[in-house]
């Protein structure tokens, strides 16, 4: 049998930057449909991991090189998850791979309110690699909340990660809530209209470009809990 160590080995080696295990119990208040076991009724474990999105690429003014690094962090997340159902195979373990982003089914059009097979975030924190930000954006401890984030299923019951909670959101902090131009953030979600209607351009040549990211930007936490970002951090910003 391959041990928890073993399988975050060889994420790493696929070239993720971090790698965590969750358990489907910690799934139980997730909508119904949107569980693991509603995806893959096989499914035991939940093996989840991460890829940094370079720090200074969110302070180029021009769009065009967030957008683009995101959309390849997507595919680069995407391929290790197929590589990792590959050769856990050899393992005899069975592994079935969530997109990172699209294709979802979930679409309420009146809202414009999508949601994704499993939320990745929700997964990432079960996984025990960070927490939840009021701008509902996982914050990684080394890395912030400049992470991107994939996940695959797997029949085997494996060792899980404890969950983070030993740092939170800053204490009176709303600057991610503050700094949205639509006021699209509650502190517990996102009302996706909103954010939808400013984030996105879609290009006359059929590309997305993503026009705000403002939330993430001024997140004290972007950088990681230890290198909080210089510059936007200030007694005042904070009740
Ligand atoms: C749809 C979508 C959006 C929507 C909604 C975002 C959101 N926060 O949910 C919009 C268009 C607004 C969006 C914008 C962006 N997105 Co987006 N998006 C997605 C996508 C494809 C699905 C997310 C989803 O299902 N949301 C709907 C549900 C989960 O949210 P909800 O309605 O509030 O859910 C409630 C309940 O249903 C319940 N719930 C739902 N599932 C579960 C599970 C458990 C266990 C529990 C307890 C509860 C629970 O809890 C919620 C609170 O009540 C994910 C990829 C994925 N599969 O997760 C990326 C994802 C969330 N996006 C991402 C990114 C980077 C962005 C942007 C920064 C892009 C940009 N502009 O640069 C912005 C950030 C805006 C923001 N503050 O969220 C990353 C976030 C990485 C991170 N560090 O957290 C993700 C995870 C993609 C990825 N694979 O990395 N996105
Ligand atoms: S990406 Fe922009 S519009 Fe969307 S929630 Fe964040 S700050 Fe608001
Ligand atoms: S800006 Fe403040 S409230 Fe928003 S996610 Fe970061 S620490 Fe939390």
Redesign the pocket.
């Known amino acids: 049998m391959i041990s928890a160590k073993e399988i975050k080995s060889i994420v790493l080696n696929l070239g993720a930057d971090k790698c965590g295990i969750s358990g489907i119990d910690r799934f139980y208040s997730a909508p119904e449909g949107f569980r693991p076991t509603d995806i893959y009724s096989n499914c035991k474990s939940v093996v989840v991991f991460l890829k940094k999105m370079p720090s200074e690429v969110i302070m180029a003014e021009n769009p065009v090189p967030y957008s683009h690094t995101a959309d390849l962090l997507y595919s680069a997340l995407d391929q290790i998850g197929l590589n990792l159902c590959s050769k856990l195979e050899e393992f005899n373990i069975q592994v079935v791979p969530v997109v990172t982003d699209v294709p979802y089914i979930h679409w309420d059009a009146e809202n414009q309110h999508a949601m994704g097979i499993i939320s990745m975030r929700h997964a990432a924190f079960n996984a025990g690699l960070g927490i939840l930000g009021r701008?509902t954006l996982l914050i990684n401890r080394e890395y912030g909340n400049m992470v991107y984030i994939g996940a695959v299923l797997l029949d085997t019951e494996i060792e899980p990660d404890p969950v983070v909670d030993d740092f939170c959101c800053l204490p009176g902090c709303r600057l991610?809530l503050d700094?949205?131009?639509?006021k699209?953030?509650n502190g517990i979600t996102?009302i996706q209209k909103?954010?939808r209607g400013?984030?996105f351009i879609q290009h006359p040549r059929g590309w997305e470009i993503y026009t705000?990211?403002?939330?993430?930007k001024v997140c004290p936490y972007r950088n990681g809990i230890s290198r909080k970002s210089a510059g936007v951090f200030t007694e005042n910003n904070i009740d």
Do not use: E, G, I, K
Request: proline share 6%; hydrophobic share 40%.
């Open positions: 701008n991610c700094a949205c131009p639509v699209a953030l996102v909103r954010c400013f984030s705000c990211n403002a939330c993430r």
